[in-house]
Structures are given as structure tokens and as C-alpha cells.
């Protein structure tokens, strides 16, 4: 199992560029969440879903938005990239609603804004 | 809404120190408790989960954590801590008859001076 996979790794835009970060799980888990990591921040929630074709809004979703047209990949879109979003960007995914529901997250995104 | 607290921020010890490290949640229902440990350049990995039960959680690595419901707090704890501990910190609940959402703490650094 290759658990919870991001790409890319690394990005670096202009300001107003768009991008799709995708990530992609293969526990067959409902619950798909993205979180955007900065210092001193911690972990804030920018979006979730809790099953194909559902999505809903974290803490923090201005800017993004996100599809999951598959219960496996949950995708996190810039549409004009902003220097406020340079951020880690990390995956998470659970089973959802059961006693099993802690998150395994992926590896990360290093996205820069210049 | 739920609330999540780490009162620390950075902790600065030498090995073979005793640590603990506060975490305290807002909501006064049945929750689930989790601690997450995040290594350098790495993605959040769980060290250890509360569900039910025994309030005293054993986790990986030598980490424990006590739930106590009448102070809303679940503190983590390691005996003697390694210069391999060094690492990020974050407490998250959820509320088990609700979303099933977790709710992150800022984190707490820990850095161990061999």
C-alpha cells in the first residue's frame, strides 16, 4: 500500500497562476482533507470531503477549491495564486465516521508564490 | 465550536529529560483524542489515540498520554526523551457524535540536545 500520495512535491508560481495539487489514497477511506501548514499556524483546514462527489469548506478555503469525482483522489486548486498562499500543503485521509477514524496524511506540497 | 490549546510552544530539553507536553479541548461531550508527531521534513504521522476506556494511552516510542475528562485535557508524556524525539507536536480532537472533523492544536516544538 502506498497509503496517501501527493504530487507534486515542490511548486513554485507567479502571482496569478493556477494549479491543481492532487492527492491520492488507497485505503479506501471516506473522509479526504486538505490542510495548508505555515509557521506558528499549525494545521489549518482549507477543505474536506466526506465522500465521492461531496465536498465542504475548512477554516480556511478562500482562494481554493476542490473535486472528488473518485472516492480514491481529492483535488486542491489554486485558481490565481496569491503570495498569502505559499504554504506547505498537506493530505489527510481517515475512514470518517468509525472508531478507525485517525488521519494518515501525505507527504506534502511545497508550494511557493512569487 | 471546538478549541484545541497547546500552552507549548517551543521546549528546549537535554536528553534523557522527562517531558510533557499540555494539550486542552473546549467541547464537554464524549470525544476522541489524538497526538501526532511530526519529524523534520516529514508528514504527521500518529503517535498515539484515546477513544475509550483507559484513560492512560500508550503510544509508540515510548509516549504516553492521560486523558482527564474533568480538565479537559490530554497531556503527553515521555519519561526520557532522545535527541531522535526532536520533532513537531500536534493534539487534535474530534467529537465522535458530530462530524468527525479533528480539530488541530498550533503545535508544540520540541528540540532535544544530545
Known amino acids: 500500500n502506498a497509503g496517501v500520495t501527493q504530487t507534486p512535491k515542490f511548486r513554485v508560481l507567479k502571482t496569478g497562476q493556477s494549479m491543481t495539487l492532487l492527492c491520492a489514497q488507497d485505503?479506501?477511506?471516506?473522509?479526504m482533507y486538505w490542510y495548508r501548514q505555515d509557521p506558528g499556524m499549525g494545521l489549518r483546514l482549507i477543505h474536506y470531503?466526506?465522500?465521492?462527489?461531496?465536498?465542504a469548506k475548512g477554516e480556511v478555503p478562500d482562494g481554493y477549491n476542490v473535486s472528488r469525482l473518485k472516492k480514491q483522489n481529492f483535488l486542491l486548486g489554486l485558481e490565481s495564486a496569491a503570495p498569502s498562499q505559499t504554504s506547505v500543503y498537506f493530505c489527510?485521509?481517515?475512514?470518517?465516521?468509525?472508531?478507525?477514524?485517525?488521519?494518515?496524511f501525505g507527504p506534502g506540497t511545497r508550494l511557493t508564490v512569487t | 465550536a471546538q478549541s484545541v490549546s497547546q500552552h507549548n510552544h517551543h521546549v528546549i530539553l537535554s536528553e534523557a529529560a522527562s517531558l510533557e507536553l499540555g494539550c486542552n479541548y473546549s467541547y464537554g461531550g464524549t470525544v476522541n483524542l489524538f497526538w501526532y508527531v511530526q519529524y523534520p521534513g516529514q508528514h504527521l504521522q500518529l503517535l498515539l489515540k484515546y477513544f475509550s476506556g483507559d484513560p492512560l494511552v500508550k503510544g509508540i516510542k515510548g509516549f504516553e498520554a492521560e486523558f482527564i475528562k474533568s480538565k479537559f485535557s490530554f497531556n503527553l508524556r515521555k519519561p526520557s526523551v532522545q535527541w531522535s524525539d526532536t520533532a513537531e507536536y500536534f493534539c487534535?480532537?474530534?467529537?465522535?457524535?458530530?462530524?468527525?472533523?479533528?480539530?488541530f492544536g498550533r503545535g508544540t516544538s520540541l528540540i532535544v540536545h544530545p
Open positions: 489527510a485521509s481517515s475512514y470518517g465516521d468509525s472508531l478507525l477514524n485517525e488521519q494518515y
Open positions: 470531503s466526506v465522500g465521492e462527489g461531496t465536498t
Open positions: 487534535a480532537v474530534n467529537d465522535p457524535g458530530g462530524s468527525y472533523i479533528p480539530t
Open positions: 485505503m479506501n477511506h471516506e473522509y
